[in-house]
């Protein structure tokens, strides 16, 4: 079974500090997505990585993807209360059709 | 409006009733799925779709079945629910040109069922 570990899974914090939510796992990926949900919506795409050791930004927000294939992370600078939500991985293993999707990390900024 | 819609949002309904939980996309998408979602395992897949005629098993299609009515229709039923089918479900679509896609979710339905 392919499993997408996210750490940590609860994150509460006050605006203006960093934060890293990781994901992991014991397989490969082809290709690595994070999602944003909010409360009442569903997910949204933030980025797609596909290249071991690519590193993407948008705006405040940092996504890497590992050497090896096996973990991403999402660093976000200075958050805001407008990045409250849960976040979410989803990977496209090899020789799978489908996305697997991280147990995900929920996100409250406190202004 | 939405290009993905779900109808309907909320549902509370019995053990052992049939429920239909509806999906319509305007994206023109042929890929479509069904997941699942509970407190800390994140989402999990249903049944998928990459057209009309082909239709897939997830993780966890046990207690549920599908119907591809139109490239713009899936439809997710559960025959006889039970408690442990509470859950939010969300139903997605993708162009189907690459696992890469994005994935396009609608805005779930709260399923309860006492």
């Known amino acids: 079974t392919q499993l997408l570990e996210q750490s940590p899974q609860f994150l509460s914090i006050q605006e203006g500090e960093n934060l890293t939510v990781y994901c992991n796992s014991s397989s490969v990926f082809s290709s690595l997505q994070w999602y944003r949900q909010e409360p009442g919506e569903g997910p949204v795409l933030l980025v797609t990585?596909?290249?071991?050791?690519e590193v993407k930004k948008l705006k405040r927000l940092t996504f890497q993807f590992g050497d090896a294939r096996k973990d991403s992370s999402l660093h976000i600078t200075a958050a805001q209360p407008g990045d409250t939500g849960l976040y979410l991985c989803?990977?496209?293993?090899?020789?799978?059709?489908?996305?697997?999707f991280g147990t995900g990390t929920r996100l409250q900024v406190f202004p | 409006d939405a290009d993905v819609t779900q109808t309907p949002r909320n549902r509370i309904t019995k053990t052992g009733k049939r429920i239909m939980l509806e999906c319509s996309q305007t994206k023109g998408h042929d890929r479509m799925y069904w997941y699942r979602q509970d407190p800390g395992l994140g989402l999990q897949l249903i049944y998928y779709s990459f057209d009309v005629k082909d239709i897939n098993k997830g993780e966890i299609s046990d207690g549920y079945s599908v119907s591809r009515q139109a490239q713009a229709k899936f439809s997710l039923s559960l025959e006889s629910a039970i408690p442990n089918q509470t859950a939010l479900y969300f139903c997605a679509t993708s162009r189907g040109v690459e696992t890469t896609d994005t994935q396009y979710f609608g805005p779930g339905t709260r399923l309860t069922v006492l």
């Open positions: 990585v596909v290249t071991g050791g």
């Open positions: 989803a990977g496209d293993f090899y020789n799978t059709d489908k996305l697997i």
